[in-house]
């Protein structure tokens, strides 16, 4: 794909400002990476290779007597009994890591939470939980909830605000009176209502969330769809017979998305933030979920235990650090008064 003229000065400004171009390698370097979180921390092998057969835990269920065990029950394969029985003939291929997130290591050197040894490289939580395993697990969803709000957010709000601007007079002004409305009510108090009847999950608050933040983009878009649907190439258009729906989405849209790109990093900061905000008061993920909020409130119940709380601090901070920076390089780059 061959970009414009004007894409490429775009991106050539864009990788002119290091620090935002190396925090978004950095950034996607660590979010791919943990997408890979079942195959680097879990208490499952990756395959193991017994009696001649190939075997997949994770994806599949295995019983203890499918290598050589006393009981229809699922394998424990931490179990030292299992291990043997399948070492006898055959091998098995770990993670880096031999936890997941909900795992609880039993065999711990101290009373939990424990402190960072060659097992558990950070330590564990109050309840005998890998701080490692569930940071890379954390880390994950609250990207994954923070892409999925900013998409679903930013595309209602493009929507919503390219209606009020486009059109204007009665539709835009209720739309400013709803926006007045919709935005005073205290979001809090709405999840603790909702909390109090329906269980969190990450679909429940993804939709409460979604209710509220799509306002982030709608005065920017509405701005520039005010300004532009007046421009002589639009009314030469206009009196052409050119569709309302083609002027806004092909002729009017890419000049706001100059504007509303900009918005993104900083909107999926917010979204992490709030996601982490809600977890740490507990109306967040349902207990037990790998939660960076959740181990936030961990480090604070556990002083003495300060590997917690260091922890979860450097990765939230580093985290919101290249977004912000990406941002930061993104409305420097797309910035039409700077030039090379």
């Given at each position: 794909?061959?970009?414009?003229?004007?894409?490429r000065?775009?991106w050539?400004?864009?990788?002119?400002?290091?620090?935002?171009?190396?925090?978004?390698?950095?950034?996607?370097?660590l979010?791919?990476?943990?997408?890979?979180?079942?195959?680097?921390a879990?208490?499952?092998p990756?395959?193991i290779?017994?009696?001649n057969?190939?075997?997949?835990?994770?994806?599949?269920?295995?019983t203890?007597l499918?290598?050589?065990?006393?009981f229809?029950?699922s394998?424990?394969?931490?179990?030292?009994?299992?291990?043997?029985?399948?070492?006898?003939?055959?091998?098995?291929?770990?993670?880096?890591v031999?936890?997941?997130?909900?795992?609880i290591?039993?065999?711990?050197?101290?009373?939990?939470?424990?402190?960072?040894?060659?097992?558990n490289?950070?330590?564990?939580?109050?309840?005998?939980?890998?701080v490692?395993?569930?940071?890379?697990?954390?880390?994950?969803?609250?990207?994954?909830?923070?892409l999925?709000?900013t998409?679903?957010?930013?595309?209602?709000?493009?929507?919503?605000?390219?209606?009020?601007?486009?059109?204007?007079?009665?539709?835009?002004?209720?739309?400013?009176?709803?926006l007045?409305v919709?935005s005073?009510?205290?979001?809090?108090?709405?999840?603790?209502?909702?909390a109090?009847f329906?269980?969190?999950?990450?679909?429940?608050?993804?939709?409460?969330?979604?209710?509220?933040?799509?306002m982030?983009?709608v005065?920017?878009?509405?701005?520039?769809?005010?300004?532009?649907?007046?421009?002589?190439?639009?009314?030469?258009?206009?009196?052409?017979?050119?569709?309302?729906?083609?002027l806004?989405?092909?002729?009017?849209?890419?000049?706001?998305?100059v504007?509303t790109?900009?918005?993104?990093?900083?909107?999926?900061?917010?979204?992490?933030?709030?996601?982490?905000?809600?977890?740490?008061l507990?109306?967040?993920?349902?207990p037990?979920?790998?939660?960076?909020?959740?181990?936030?409130?961990?480090?604070?119940?556990?002083l003495?235990?300060?590997?917690?709380g260091?922890?979860?601090?450097?990765?939230?901070s580093?985290?919101?650090?290249?977004?912000?920076?990406?941002?930061?390089a993104?409305?420097?780059?797309?910035?039409?008064n700077?030039?090379?």
């Amino acid at each position: 794909m061959t970009l414009s003229p004007l894409n490429r000065e775009r991106w050539h400004r864009f990788r002119q400002n290091r620090r935002g171009y190396w925090s978004l390698w950095l950034f996607l370097g660590l979010f791919v990476f943990s997408l890979f979180s079942d195959f680097i921390a879990n208490e499952k092998p990756v395959l193991i290779h017994y009696d001649n057969g190939w075997y997949f835990p994770l994806w599949n269920d295995y019983t203890e007597l499918t290598f050589g065990g006393d009981f229809a029950v699922s394998a424990d394969y931490r179990d030292p009994y299992i291990a043997e029985q399948i070492e006898k003939d055959g091998w098995m291929l770990w993670p880096l890591v031999r936890f997941n997130y909900r795992t609880i290591n039993y065999d711990l050197p101290a009373p939990a939470p424990s402190a960072p040894t060659s097992e558990n490289w950070l330590g564990t939580d109050d309840q005998g939980r890998d701080v490692f395993a569930r940071l890379l697990y954390g880390f994950r969803i609250s990207v994954l909830f923070g892409l999925t709000l900013t998409v679903l957010t930013s595309i209602i709000g493009i929507a919503a605000g390219a209606v009020q601007g486009f059109y204007g007079g009665k539709i835009d002004l209720f739309g400013q009176r709803l926006l007045e409305v919709w935005s005073s009510v205290p979001t809090l108090f709405v999840l603790i209502i909702i909390a109090s009847f329906v269980p969190p999950s990450f679909w429940i608050l993804l939709g409460i969330l979604l209710l509220f933040g799509w306002m982030a983009l709608v005065s920017v878009v509405r701005a520039e769809f005010l300004r532009a649907r007046n421009f002589d190439y639009v009314q030469a258009a206009r009196a052409l017979g050119v569709s309302d729906r083609t002027l806004m989405f092909r002729h009017l849209l890419p000049n706001a998305m100059v504007a509303t790109v900009t918005f993104l990093p900083f909107i999926m900061v917010g979204s992490i933030t709030s996601l982490t905000a809600l977890d740490f008061l507990g109306f967040g993920l349902p207990p037990g979920s790998p939660s960076l909020g959740e181990m936030i409130s961990q480090g604070k119940n556990n002083l003495h235990a300060p590997w917690i709380g260091l922890s979860v601090f450097v990765v939230l901070s580093v985290l919101l650090t290249l977004l912000v920076f990406v941002g930061e390089a993104a409305r420097d780059a797309l910035d039409p008064n700077r030039t090379r």
